[in-house]
């Protein structure tokens, strides 16, 4: 278990998440590949803070996992508000959000 | 034996990953998130990281899931008939971005590191000591971001 390989595992896991962001019409499922995102750029930060000895960087992840949480918490209420309008869920139909 | 817990956990990491881009049904999607966020706890164990492993578990996976479940059932998950849109330029870009990290980490210099983090008492006096500021500014970020889901909610409910 080297720090060059678990970067490889995070940035792959990156560029799944980034798949999903660009390419799924459900915004609940666009939501859940940016949480892929994130979880892959913690594990980023933990790996080069674990190789390295920095205890900044847990804290750094640590603060990364609070924000995440908190950014889902309102993307999921946007996405309940879209859920009534007439262009549902699907982003690709959701093309009038100009008020 | 840390490298065999270290290759199967990252096949199960990407596995669930892939599961969750392409899964048809968003709930099987949700739940395969969890299994990506648990395996990823388990990276974190093994990175001599234990309290990062805990918050993971409980905050994370335990919340999303919760909060994603929660807004599937109440917005329904209709899933549409085609779930991609373009779905080859995008994973064209996203291969592009992986080779492109993949060449800079080939960069790195592979000299040995330190391959140890402290206890989670370093890390709370961390969090209370040098990093006193950015912890109560995330408080209220978070209180700012429990009003917006609030108010969010609030407004459909009214019209």
């Known amino acids: ?99 | 034996m840390r490298d065999a817990a270290f290759w199967s956990l990252s096949v199960l990491l990407l596995g669930a990953a892939a599961a969750v881009v392409t899964a048809r049904s968003l709930i099987r999607a949700a739940f395969a998130l969890a299994g990506s966020l648990l395996a990823t706890a388990a990276l974190y164990l093994l990175l001599t990281s234990p309290l990062l492993a805990a918050v993971q578990v409980l905050l994370y996976t335990g919340g999303v899931l919760t909060l994603v479940v929660f807004a599937l059932v109440v917005a329904g998950a209709n899933e549409p008939a085609a779930r991609f849109r373009k779905p080859l330029p995008a994973g064209m870009l996203a291969l592009a971005v992986f080779a492109a990290l993949a060449s800079a980490i080939g960069t790195l210099p592979a000299g040995p590191g330190v391959g140890g983090l402290e206890s989670g008492r370093d890390v709370g006096l961390a969090l209370f000591g040098d990093y006193l500021v950015p912890f109560e500014l995330l408080s209220v970020l978070l209180l700012a971001a429990v009003f917006g889901a609030l108010l969010l909610a609030r407004r459909e409910r009214a019209s």
Request: no cysteine.
């Open chain 1, 1 to 99: 278990m080297t720090a060059p390989a678990l970067l490889l595992v995070a940035s792959a896991l990156f560029s799944i998440g980034l798949f999903g962001v660009l390419a799924r019409r459900h915004a609940i499922a666009v939501l859940l590949s940016i949480e892929l995102m994130f979880n892959a750029v913690n594990l980023a930060v933990v790996t080069v803070a674990w190789s390295r000895g920095w205890l900044a960087g847990v804290v750094l992840a640590l603060f990364g996992i609070a924000i995440t949480v908190a950014e889902i918490a309102v993307g999921l209420a946007l996405v309940l508000l879209a859920s009534r309008m007439p262009g549902r869920v699907l982003l690709d139909e959701l093309s009038e959000l100009d008020g």
